[in-house]
Nanobody, 133 residues
Framework: QIQLAEAGGGSVRSGGSLRLSCAASVYRQPTRYPTYCVAWFRQGPGKEREGVAT??????LYGDSVRGRFTAVRDSAKNILYLRMTNLKPGDTAMYYC????????????????????????WGQGTQVTVSS
């Protein structure tokens, strides 16, 4: 069982920066958590949940809309996942969620699979990011 807790959301002006964090509490086989794939997703008003970034075994991938502006970093020693967001735009306004799973990829490319919400079992409650123009 894994519980995820996001923090760091807030309101910023366009062009600003924020750093989100996601702390994992692992209650079963905690030594296996570093092998899990972890990810950030977001869901804006009236939109579908969108893959932002994912870190797995040997890869870090980003969604097209954030590549070059967002950086995901994993601290495996502390079980914390970070998302550094720079040059924020009003279109980045959304609830941001972290997710984790250890299932092997069953179809598609690394990108299409691990940036899809369906690949993840464990989810946090989300943290709101609002970017004003």
């Amino acid at each position: 069982q894994i519980q995820l807790a996001e923090a760091g959301g807030g309101s910023v002006r366009s062009g600003g920066s924020l750093r989100l964090s996601c702390a994992a509490s692992v209650y079963r086989q905690p030594t296996r958590y570093p092998t899990y794939c972890v990810a950030w997703f977001r869901q804006g008003p009236g939109k579908e949940r969108e893959g932002v970034a994912t870190i797995g075994n040997g890869f870090t991938l980003y969604g097209d809309s954030v590549r070059g502006r967002f950086t995901a970093v994993r601290d495996s020693a502390k079980n914390i996942l970070y998302l550094r967001m720079t040059n924020l735009k009003p279109g980045d306004t959304a609830m941001y969620y972290c997710a984790a799973d250890n299932r092997a990829r069953t179809h598609g490319s690394l990108r299409t699979y691990y940036l899809s919400p369906a690949a993840y079992t464990f989810w946090g409650q989300g943290t709101q990011v609002t970017v004003s123009s």
